[in-house]
């Protein structure tokens, strides 16, 4: 991982996100590999973490590969579930439903 993170990285990143529309859900590793680091899918995690730092992008809509939600984002499961997402239990989307197709 990156000791620094550079703006270009963070504000590709949040690029990415800002692209997924309501009602769908992205991996961490879908969008590392969207932007060319399909290892870095722990990186993503770290700038979605600090993504209020640098404006407002939907966040909420980045889940684990098997559509866990993130355990300290108390808000997260309330906002998809106002965008239209199922859920196949609490913790995890249903991404047969929801994964977005790029």
């Known amino acids: 991982m990156d000791k620094v993170l550079n ?3 963070i504000y590709l990143v949040l690029s990415v996100v800002d692209e997924i529309p309501v009602g769908c859900v992205a991996t961490y590793g879908q969008i590392a590999y969207l932007i060319g680091r399909p290892k870095n899918s722990r990186l993503v995690g770290k700038i979605l973490s600090m993504s209020e730092y640098f404006g407002d992008y939907p966040c909420h809509r ?3 590969t098997n559509g866990r939600i993130a355990p300290n984002f108390k808000e997260q499961k309330e906002l998809l579930s106002n965008e239209g997402v199922i859920f196949k239990n609490e913790l995890h989307v249903d991404m047969k439903h929801h994964k977005w197709e790029v």
């Open 7 to 9: 703006e270009d990285l």
């Open 62 to 64: 980045v889940v684990s």
